[in-house]
């Protein structure tokens, strides 16, 4: 087992600077818009443009050869030297500041819908045809198309009409954890736990109803296993394609959501700071904020590798 961890541990490393080489070759090769807007802005104030844009590209290396550039790039960003935005801020302060912001609210709703999710689909699944059942279903089918701005979008309404102001925006004269902007954390909770949950219920139900007609749960309720027993030996066999639900599809929609959440609620997280990125067309903080989440779909791949073999000792190491 621990060769297969290595293996896999090598092999994402080897996929992240593989990432790092694509990249690098779009970036060197594509023409810079902040480059010929420098000498644009030079010639208006009557400065040379052809100096301000050699100016502008001797300070991000764009003179050097691509091969001493390819170097600088890698150890730059492997040692997380990733470089300035356009108002001269390191774009590694940019994400320390911005990322728990994110965090705070997004761990408690992935670690809420992940828990709620999987015992709703289980119970919904063992029970099925039920009362329980059926109200699930009526209930999840219609989450499913709920758009997460839409639903963002109300919840803030409500809490600005029948709460107070303060309680749906975050309020930067203030830390992360004062009483201030404790309640400004609940709207997001809610918001990005409905958006998974919904996606979480509705897989962890037909993942386990593959199994609920199985020989294996027939006999355990033919020998007068309760509910619960059967449920867990359920839990078993559904755990493999369940934690592939958490790293895949749940990954991938938590990207898209904590835009549109942070966009409502006015949260300067890391969501805010990608799409101000792509606004104001900085291409180094896009870099950043563009290969973040894909390290963290490496990482999470490599994670739901591990944890296969951890669940499911029959998995093959090779």
Known sequence: MRRYIAKRALWTIFAAYLLL??????????????????????????????????????????????????????????TFDWGTNIGGTPVTKLLADAVPLTLVYLIPAVVLSTI?????????????????????????????????????????LIVLERVSIQASYFDGRYGLWTPQNFPFMLLPIFVVTINLLTVQIRYARSTSL????????????????TARDVARHVLRNAALPLVSLFFTETLTMLFITLLVVEMVFGIPGFGSLAFQAIKSRDAGLILATTMIPILIGLVG??????????????????
């Open 21 to 78: 080489s694509s990249i690098f070759l779009v970036y060197a090769y594509a023409p810079d818009p902040n480059q010929r807007t420098a000498g644009l802005l030079a010639g208006m104030g009557g400065g040379s443009v052809e100096k301000a844009e050699h100016a502008y590209g001797a300070a991000r290396n764009y003179d050097q050869p691509i091969l001493d550039r390819y170097v600088n790039w890698i150890v730059a960003y492997t």
């Open 116 to 156: 709620l999710g999987t015992y709703i689909g289980l119970y919904s699944a063992v029970h099925q045809h039920g009362y329980v059942d059926r109200l699930v279903t009526a209930v999840t089918y219609p989450g499913l198309g709920m758009p997460g701005f839409w639903l963002a979008s109300w919840s803030s």
């Open 210 to 225: 593959e199994y609920v007609p199985a020989e294996f749960v027939k006999t355990l309720r033919a020998n007068g296993a």
């Open 301 to 318: 791949n490599f994670v739901q590798d591990v944890a296969y073999v951890l669940v499911d000792p029959r998995v093959s190491y090779d």
